[in-house]
Each structure stands twice: as structure tokens, then as C-alpha cells.
């Protein structure tokens, strides 16, 4: 069955649901894993037929972190020995402005037993526990961003989505998001002013951009904002196949945070399930992150590549540059830093970031940007 509403308000979508079962996702994992494996048997002694999951998204099967979403609903079924089938409704493509935060709504509502919510949403739906994976400035690498999702804080950011009606199943980090200007670069906080920025929706994403100097906002589509104007830039990632004008530049040592999508399942839905399938739920994600990490994400040597062979530009800010963009953020940061729960997250952080290498990206030879404060595009 396909769905054409949204099934916690009403709202009529602009776009199908394309509903895709884990059993079907599963023919990517070890040929026949699937159809061969066993569930629990019923009382009559035949095999009881299997959970299904409604798996809700914000956005269509066509974005890039669709192969994560498959993985893990395939991952589910293999773990639990074939007794859950994760059942994966698509949401709207183009993205509704409010779709990621009523991906919340509905399982906090139960009208989705699971959701795959970015973490930057959360804070719209009042959930604050997420909130030092977004510190601007903070998580500067994929190594870092990994090592605080993977570890002993992330664990805790998963724990304290208890007290707020969700059950925290993993999460893993689909990119990182730097500053893109579609008419010049910028490098230093005094680029920022004044300037329309194409963002998602999140408080503390917005707050960082306006702490900047900036306007932002989701607007129609990466080119007008939500007056008519015209974007001068977006805060984004060079990741995926987005249409931003011809030259525009993205500033490769300035990543802003990193995008961090989660599994999240309703309370009662997830207590009613057998042990043994809790247990595949909470692998299944955790899975799902490491093969992300290790095998489907780009690295960003690749990355940088691909865009400047797409003829995009690269700019590079310099330490005063840098110096400038953190000084304008620190009371933001520190503001972050006085709550007692996100403050001793930012700590964590900032501890395994001291025993990480410190970012460094190399672009291609042919792609450099020049060297010296005064010299900031790639020729």
C-alpha cells in the first residue's frame, strides 16, 4: 500500500511514499539470508509471522543516505533471524520544510514505530540532548565526528533521548557541512554579513549562522530564499549532486558540524518487542554506522576531488581567518558549554579530538588553492 498522507496530521503529501521492505533490501546482504532464516514459532507450531516496522523519512529514496537506511532495515530482518521486517516509508522529495521535525511528532505520537531523523532537527521538537554534535567549530573531521557518535558519548546522547519520548536505537555521520558562497568565498567571519544562506532547519544551525552575520534560511529550493531573494550561499556539503550556480566555492577547512542522522524508535512499540529483537534493532544501527563509516562513505580526499571535477571552486581560510570565525562563535560556545548535560558533551568531544590527527585536507595539485593571506581561490 502506498501512502499518500501524512499519517500523524493529515497533511496530504506532495509526493508517493515508495514503501520498501527489509526483506527486499536484504538481497544486498548474503544471497538468501533472508528468505531462509527462521522466526520464532507460534503456538500452533508453525513459524509466527514476522514484526513489521514503519520506518518513517522526511525525504525520498533518491537521497544520498538512502543506502544507510537499507542497510539497516536489512541488517534488523538478518539479526533477528527473520521475525522483524523493517518497512521503509519514503517521505516527501523535495523535502517539506517541517518534514524532519514531525518525523519526531510522529512516533513520539505513534503513527511510526521508527524514524531516521537528523539530529539537527531534534532541537525543533525540544530535545536539546543532541546538541554538541552541532557546536559550531567543534567536530572539524569525519574521524572525530565518527569517534564521538561511536563512543562512550554517543551512547549517552542515545540514552538521554529517553527522556523524551524515544528510544535511541544508533546513529551514524553522513557528511560534514562547511560553507559554500555562490558568488565568492567565505573565509572569515566578515564574509558572513549580511549574507542570505540556504540552511535546513534547526535552532542551533540557525543560531551559528546568525552568531555569523548571516540570513538564514530554507527558502525554495539552494536558489531563493523564502522573500524572493536570491541565496548568496548555503551551508552544505560537497558530498552530494546539489545545484548550486556555476563556480561556486566551498572553504574546505571550515566545517561548521557535522550531519549526523539517528534511529529512533517509539517507547511502547520497542518494549513490546522480544529481547532478542531489541537486541537486532540496536545492532542493526550499530552495523549500519561502522559500514557507512568503512565502506560507503566517500572519503573527503575523494570528495574534494569530485567537486573540483564538477568545476567547482575551493577556497582554504587562513589561521587569521580562522581565528576571526571562532572568536565570533565563542559565546555561542560558551553559552552551550554552561548546560551541565551538552557542556560535559562538548568537553568529551573536545578530549577525543586531542587524541585524533587535527584535520587536514589535501586537494588535488591541480585544484589548489594559492597560498598567503591575501590569496584564497583556487586559480
Known amino acids: ?37 527462521t522466526g520464532p514459532t507460534s503456538k500452533a507450531g508453525g513459524q509466527a509471522p514476522p514484526t513489521v516496522l514503519r520506518l518513517a523519512l522526511a525525504e525520498g529514496a533518491g537521497v544520498p543516505y538512502a543506502p544507510a537506511v537499507e542497510r539497516f532495515a536489512a541488517e534488523a530482518h538478518e539479526r533477528s533471524d527473520g521475525s522483524l521486517v523493517v518497512d521503509i516509508d519514503w517521505g516527501d522529495m523535495p523535502i517539506d520544510p517541517e518534514g524532519e521535525v514531525l518525523l519526531v511528532d510522529e512516533v513520539r505520537a505513534g503513527a511510526a514505530d521508527l524514524a531516521h531523523v537528523p539530529a539537527r532537527a531534534l532541537d525543533l521538537a525540544g530535545i536539546d540532548r543532541l546538541r554538541a554534535l552541532q557546536t559550531p567549530l567543534l567536530v572539524d573531521s569525519l574521524a572525530l565526528a565518527d569517534a564521538a557518535v561511536g563512543g562512550e558519548v554517543g551512547a549517552d546522547m542515545l540514552d538521554g533521548l529517553g527522556a523524551h519520548g524515544l528510544v535511541g536505537l544508533g546513529m551514524y555521520v553522513e557528511n560534514l557541512r562547511r560553507p559554500v558562497g555562490y558568488r565568492s568565498a567565505l573565509v572569515s567571519a566578515a564574509d558572513f554579513d549580511g549574507v542570505a544562506i540556504r540552511a535546513q532547519p534547526s535552532a542551533l544551525s540557525y543560531r551559528v549562522l546568525e552568531t555569523l552575520g548571516a540570513r538564514p534560511s530554507m527558502g525554495v529550493g539552494y536558489l531563493v530564499d523564502d522573500t524572493g531573494e536570491r541565496f548568496a550561499a548555503a551551508e552544505s556539503t560537497w558530498s552530494g549532486d546539489y545545484p548550486f550556480p556555476r563556480g561556486s566555492t566551498f572553504t574546505g577547512n571550515v566545517v561548521f558540524f557535522p550531519k549526523v542522522n539517528v534511529f529512533v524508535a517509539h517507547p511502547d512499540r520497542f ?73 560535559a558533551d562538548v568537553a568529551a568531544i573536545r578530549e577525543l579530538g586531542e587524541t585524533l590527527p587535527a584535520m587536514e585536507l589535501v586537494p588535488p595539485r591541480w585544484c589548489a588553492p594559492p597560498t598567503g593571506d591575501g590569496a584564497r581561490l583556487n586559480p
Not at 511514499?17 to 544471497?31: F, H, K, N, P, Q
Open 1 to 37: 500500500m502506498i501512502s499518500h498522507r501524512n499519517a500523524a496530521t493529515g497533511r496530504p503529501r506532495r509526493g508517493l511514499r515508495r514503501r520498501v521492505a527489509a526483506v527486499a533490501a536484504a538481497s544486498a546482504m548474503a544471497a538468501g539470508a533472508a528468505c531462509t532464516a
Open 271 to 343: 518494549a513490546a518487542l522480544t529481547t532478542r529483537q531489541q537486541e537486532a534493532l540496536r545492532e542493526a544501527a550499530s552495523r549500519t554506522e561502522r559500514w557507512w563509516a568503512t565502506e560507503r562513505r566517500a572519503s573527503e580526499e575523494e570528495l574534494t576531488e569530485a567537486w573540483c571535477l564538477r568545476g567547482g571552486r575551493l577556497a582554504m581560510a587562513t589561521a587569521s581567518d580562522l581565528a576571526s570565525l571562532h572568536a565570533a562563535v565563542r559565546p555561542l560556545v560558551a553559552e552551550l558549554e554552561a548546560d551541565p548535560v551538552v557542556g
